[in-house]
């Protein structure tokens, strides 16, 4: 079967390898258009880019799928499906009708539940102890479309979002080709997605990431590793933002944002039991453990957090 893979970030090269493993014949690569990255704001090709043209496969950097020129090169490029992992922008129904296929999306949550742009982090967050990945027709509504698959995983207690996300990219590409598999071969029906257990999970922004020390720990455990690596949780000290890395749990207890200082620990106050913080990032500094930075600035006990 011939396919145009669409996808940009680093989540999506597990799925993009597998394709190009695989019997199917990967003809094309859809990604965004290069953008500018670090100090020097010079423009970088996407992961996916990079990595289809080691592949040596022709790649497609469209401002917009909705663009002419864009579905004409698809067109040309005769794709039976198109399989999408995160590729970052919407399809309108004229490139949706290219495929006879259509355009099979890995999603990283069980849907219906988690549709949207954040399923991991939204799955950390709510305290959810299973999660998983489907494949599913994209349509013009969110993440609404009849599925073909789906895996479970696991949630761990540790879990961040980028540990979560990691072993989902894994499992999911092999979901996605098994999708393509069967698709190929007509033994995969198209399931509509049933209303019970709906849930969505827009993009965390940096401003959801700041901690409110008068909630309860188990839910700043659940922000903090759900935000890990991005946006980063965050909370304030001397009136400047400190990234916090995911805490740990303890029994003890101090009012909420007040920090006791220990040899080699730092603890914060909840609305219920006292954090013991892991590394931290202070503005224009390095990533330290939290004992490292508060013995850095001759800190003691009592010094509260968050509060401006």
Known sequence: MRVV??????????????????????VGVV???????????????????????????????????????FQAELRALAPDCCPVVAYGALLPQSALDIPALGWVNLHFSVLPSWRGA???????WAGDEVTGATTFRIVKELDAGPTFGVMTERILPTDTAGDLLARLAEGGAGLLVATLDGLEIGSLD?????????????KVLVDDARVDWSQPAIAIDRQVRACTPAPGAWTTYDGDRLKLGPVTLTDQQLPPGEVAVGKSMLLVGTGTHAVRLGDVQAVGKKQ?????????????????????
């Open 5 to 26: 893979f669409a996808g940009t970030p680093e989540v999506a090269l597990p799925s993009l390898d597998a394709i190009a493993a695989s019997p199917h014949e990967l």
């Open 31 to 69: 990604t965004r258009p290069d953008a500018p990255s670090g100090r020097g704001r010079k423009l970088v090709a996407s992961p996916v880019a990079l990595r289809a043209e080691e592949l040596g496969v022709p790649v497609l950097k469209p401002a917009h799928p909705r663009d002419p020129e």
């Open 118 to 124: 954040a399923p991991v982090q939204h799955s950390i």
């Open 190 to 202: 198209a399931r509509p997605q049933q209303e019970d257990g709906l849930s969505f999970a827009p």
């Open 288 to 308: 330290m453990p939290a004992a490292d930075w508060a013995r850095g600035l001759r800190l003691e006990s009592g010094f509260v957090v968050g509060a401006g």
